[in-house]
């Protein structure tokens, strides 16, 4: 009997069981922990940097190697690249990028009210940059794309502008919805397209300014300002538009 009892006692897991389950569960919490401390707090590395570069501590005790720059070795404290002058230098050039946009703006309106041009060419600015538009009358003939000589002493001054900043300039050449058909200008696409072009050859011509700078667009009847109804719209739709970039657009922004 004291051994069938001994028997009945001795059911259940084995008792190594025990340690192997306390063994893994402890494995388990090493684990939890070595994820939990591989997580980095901005701020604690920071403030960690930060006593490191605390250099009061080993200004009376000098180091027995030679530094490659001797000038750093006592005097000179590097600047810490988390201050704002270093990493924030982008954001400053980015408002003096900004200003020198407002100040292109303000001498292109200046010269238009000056030479009473507002009426048939405007200066304004949005997210693509300085946006200048011309009437067809002012700078071309009538289904022709040779520069007027009324034209040249607005693009002049454009062109002058345009010597003092690096900004890609694009030119667009809008036309009406009326058909043409010439020898020279098969469509409102070629006429466009010619009109973009003698304004880029004009100004690198006379201010000598780098060809690859410049994009040159035609679109046609394709993108009217407004409907192609009356004499006065028509007149309206046939413009050239001259952007000036903003030199905050990110590489390979369409504009």
Do not use: C
């Not at 009210?113 to 071309?140: W, Y």
């Not at 394709?222 to 028509?234: D, S």
Request: no cysteine.
């Amino acid at each position: 009997m004291l051994h069938r009892k001994r028997r009945q006692e001795d059911k259940g897991a084995p008792k190594w069981m025990v340690t192997f389950s306390d063994l893994m569960t402890l494995i388990l919490v090493f684990f939890i922990l070595l994820f939990s401390m591989s997580v980095v707090d901005a701020q604690k590395f920071r403030a960690i940097a930060d006593s490191f570069n605390q250099r009061q501590i080993f200004e009376y005790m000098p180091s027995a190697i030679e530094f490659d720059n001797p000038s750093q070795e006592q005097g000179e404290v590097r600047k810490d690249p988390f201050e704002e002058g270093v990493f924030g230098s982008e954001e400053t050039t980015r408002d003096e990028q900004d200003a020198a946009m407002d100040e292109l703006l303000y001498e292109v309106n200046e010269f238009l009210e000056e030479n009473e041009l507002t009426e048939l060419i405007s200066a304004t600015r949005d997210d693509r940059g300085v946006v200048l538009v011309l009437q067809e009358r002012t700078i071309f003939a009538t289904a022709e794309a040779e520069l007027l000589p009324d034209a040249e002493p607005f693009l002049s001054k454009v062109g002058t502008l345009l010597v003092a900043i690096p900004n890609i300039v694009k030119v667009e050449g809008h036309t009406d919805s009326r058909p043409i058909s010439t020898y020279r200008y098969p469509s409102n696409w070629e006429l466009s397209g010619a009109r973009a072009s003698s304004v880029i050859r004009f100004l690198i011509d006379t201010h000598d300014l780098e060809p690859d700078r410049f994009i040159a667009t035609g679109y046609g009847d394709t993108r009217p300002v407004v409907p192609n109804t009356t004499v006065e719209n028509l007149q309206q739709n046939r413009r050239v538009v001259i952007v000036i970039s903003d030199p905050s657009l990110e590489d390979g922004e369409t504009f």
